[in-house]
Each structure stands twice: as C-alpha cells, then as structure tokens.
C-alpha cells in the first residue's frame, strides 16, 4: 500500500490530508479567522498562524487516518502558486519531514490539484475534458488531456471572478469573506433588478476588472440619491452581481466546449461552491448535453486532499522533486 501525507499552506487554510493507493483516509483543515477584522488576508499573520496550526493539523490527519509517520511513503505539499510566507511554512515542514524519514518528496501545482480534485470521489470525468477553475486569484479554462498534462484555453487578463465577488461584497459593507455572503442574499434577490455590462474579451478570455468599476460607479450614483439604497436592495443587488458573472464565465465556458468539441465539462476552485454557479452550470449542462462534474463543498475550497490525489498520480509515475526544491509564489501553470 503506498502512503502519502499531503500539505496545503498556500493562502488562509493549513490543511493536511492522507492518502492511500488513491483513497483519501483524512483531510483535516485549519480555518485562520484572524483575518476577518482587516478585510482580507494578510500575508504575514497568515504565515505565523500556519506555524501554529501546521504540527497538530498534520498529527490530527495522521490521527484520523488511522497511520503513523513510519507508514508513510512520500510526503507532498503546495509549492505554488500562493502567498511565499505561507508557501514556505508548507513546503519547509514537508523537506524536513520527508528528509527526516528518508522517503520521496512531491511537488504539487496548486491550481492543477484542483482541477484533480475531481479525483477524489466516483464519478470521474473521462479525458479529455474541460475544466473552469475559478477562485479569488484564479479564473481559468483549461483543457485536461490527462491527470498530469493540463494546458490554459483561456484566463482572465486581470482581475479573478472571486475578486470581483469579494470587491462587490466589500462595496456593500458586508463582512470578510464576503462572496459566501453575496451567494447567500442572491438567493433572496431577483438576478434581473439592476443590469450590468458583460465585459467581452477576444477568444476565450475574461476580463472583470470593467464589471467592478461599474458595480462601484452604480453604487456611487444609488446611495447619492439614497442613502439606504443598499440596505433597501442588498438582496437584489446580490442577485444582479452574481447573475451577470455567473453570466460572464458560462458563456465562455460554452464557447469553448463548441470549439473543442468536448462534452465532459467540470468546475474548481473557490468559487465553484457558489450556489448560483453549481445550478447554472447544471441546467446548461442539461440544455448542451454535456456531463457535469461539480466537486463536493469541501474539495472547492483550498484543502490538502487535493493535494494529495495530485501527489497520488505523480507518485505513479516517480515524479518526485529535490530537496533543493523552493516555493513559487508566481509558479505557472
């Protein structure tokens, strides 16, 4: 049987999983709240809370999976892309571990991993398939030939969906993480009460840095005339936001799907635990005859076992890096 310890440290969550001959056995998690009062992720508090959380995130996955550190064959971690203080808490606990215990040493990508971590459970999509990866810094089509060859079709040329999300929710006063909250009063809202212009961009390539302007210029003008305007229409305003980038990734999604000619159409990453994404991808499915695959809740956010089913098809093929091995906070796809 071939044991492997995954770790995740590339942003705001330390986690830590167990895998064995494919089979997640634990994925533990640690949430780092600190951030809430400032509005966002702060990259020094983030790598000190992963010093305190990495040790007893990595013994309580140990713990759940029933597997001491001699069982383990290979040790993987999250190399990139990330924040570099946090990436180099993962990556420096995962060398000395592995170093330590004299067995092989993986490096993960971490937007690979969560196209991967379609992997973790039945059903599977079949190769080739596409894959919208879409998170706070992410917005990507990539085309999947296999576990481990992967290619970008398509990107955004700016900002990421999941920052336009948390940009509005921020706009609106409402607290971090805010694109959790904006799902949450879309579902009370009309998507059609306000409307916002779709940014076009040539091929397969998005653009949101227009859509968060005018979000805040309409804002400007509402509360002008009335200041409760946003208290008034928070849920409408929830709604029409995310109905217009919903709106923007799917069309995209769809164009590529046409030209590919690929039916086997998956979503990652962050964002693709938004409810209104899940069910409109779902009934587009439906109406283009593709095959959807939508992660659980738990593998769209940052979580090792991602980490860990990418470390399991690399493993297969005695894809094992250095220990001169450093992080890369830009690293590409």
Known sequence: MTTILAIESSCDETSAAVISNGKIRSNSVATQVIHEKYGGVVPELASRAHQQHIVPIVEKALQEAKVSKKDLNAIAFTRGPGLLGALLVGSSFAKALALGLKIPLIEVHHMHAHVLAHFIEEPTPSFPFLCLTVSGGHTQIVLVHDALSMEIIGETQDDAVGEAFDKTAKLLNLPYPGGPLIDKYAQQGNPLAFTFPLSEMPGLNFSFSGIKTAILYFLQDKTRKNPQFVEENLADVCASVQYTLIKMLL????????????????IAGGVSANSGLRKTLLEMGEKEQWKVYIPRFEYCTDNAAMIAIAAHFKYEKGDFCKQTVSPLPRMVF
């Not at 069309?251 to 998956?266: F, Y």
């Open 251 to 266: 069309l995209k999604l769809r164009k590529a799907a046409k030209k590919t000619g690929i039916s086997q159409i998956a």
